[in-house]
């Protein structure tokens, strides 16, 4: 009696791939299991995936080192939720003989812009703080400024950084620009005004990190970037944690060099229970949720489902490896 083949989809925070996606191809002569569990350590991953022939991961929340590959002999699939992952050690992949897919996008650019500025309202309005006088009984706790005529800067004008600008005009906020690499033609090209990083820093009122995590976008914003900012400037991040200097931008919260940050992603996810971050009353933290949404899951989920069955039949389709 042949194997049943094995598939395992792991963090299912919510608890709702499930009923995402039609499932039953992949019940059809093989075995599914969900985990709404997070694992870190790599010797429970290997005990818990060892015995599994392909495994769907929701974008990066578990990396995928040559280490943790070496040590799955099963493993013949990696379906990874989306098109771009820098987690997954895709030469060992190869070397083993295990392809990766990705899966399609879904709205996942509109979701994310519509969490941004969930995030830059919520925090300039001091919504979280109000919310919560309000449960503890009581009642104007803060008095809030105004974002119409201030200056949202832009740090990356990349999809997501053009994405936020019909918004940022909307509420009457300046936008401007700056990256290492941004042209003054590019900003030209996205109706923004791109300026020298003296002033990006020194005249944003609200930062947005738009900035795509690679060896050179590690620490972009750090102590430096921090001293040249406004007492009163707010910090929002939904790009990647290491972007930003972590260590820094804790001190810069404690000591009010900036008046607040909103964080979306951190260094480690999910963030430790005993994280600096979370005793901050100067933070708004979501559990990276910008590109969560209803329907992003059902692309997500759907054409991974696709991509496991195309599989089967020896046609593998968005391959990544």
Not at 117 to 132: C, G, S
Request: charged share 25%; with cysteine.
């Amino acid at each position: 009696m042949s194997r049943r083949f094995r598939v395992a989809v792991i963090d299912d925070f919510q608890r709702v791939a499930a009923e995402m996606a039609d499932w039953s191809p992949a019940r059809a002569d093989g075995e599914l299991v969900f985990f709404a569990d997070h694992l870190a350590d790599e010797d429970a991953l290997v005990a818990r995936l060892a015995d599994f022939d392909a495994i769907v991961a929701m974008r990066e929340r578990t990396p995928f080192p040559g280490s943790l590959l070496a040590r799955l002999p099963r493993l013949k699939l990696l379906i990874a939720t989306g098109m771009f992952h820098q987690t997954i050690d895709f030469e060992t992949a190869k070397a083993r003989g295990i392809i990766v897919c990705g899966s399609e996008n879904g709205p996942g650019l509109a979701t994310t812009v519509e969490h941004i500025w969930a995030m830059i309202l919520a925090l300039a309005r001091r919504v979280h703080d109000e919310d919560a006088a309000i449960r503890a009984g009581g009642w104007q706790v803060s008095l809030p400024p105004l974002l119409a005529g201030k200056t949202l800067g832009i740090l990356g004008l990349g999809n997501l950084g053009r994405a936020i600008l019909p918004l940022a005009r909307a509420f009457g906020m300046k936008p401007i620009a700056w990256s290492r690499n941004l042209s003054a033609e590019a900003a030209a090209e996205a109706g923004v005004e791109s300026v020298d990083y003296e002033r990006f820093f020194a005249e944003s009122d609200v930062v947005t990190v738009q900035l795509k995590l690679s060896p050179r976008s590690i620490g972009y914003v750090g102590a430096g970037e921090f001293a040249r900012m406004k007492p009163s400037a707010l910090l929002v991040n939904t790009s990647r944690g290491p972007v930003v200097d972590e260590p820094a931008l804790i001190e810069a919260l404690r000591t009010r060099r900036i008046a607040g940050a909103a964080l979306d992603v951190f260094d480690r996810e999910p963030l430790p229970t005993d994280h600096p971050l979370r005793e901050l009353p100067n933070t708004l933290l979501t559990p990276h949720m910008g590109y969560v949404s209803q329907e992003t899951y059902r692309v997500f989920y759907t054409t991974a489902v696709e991509a496991l069955v195309a599989f089967r039949a020896g046609r593998p389709i968005r391959r990544l490896a």
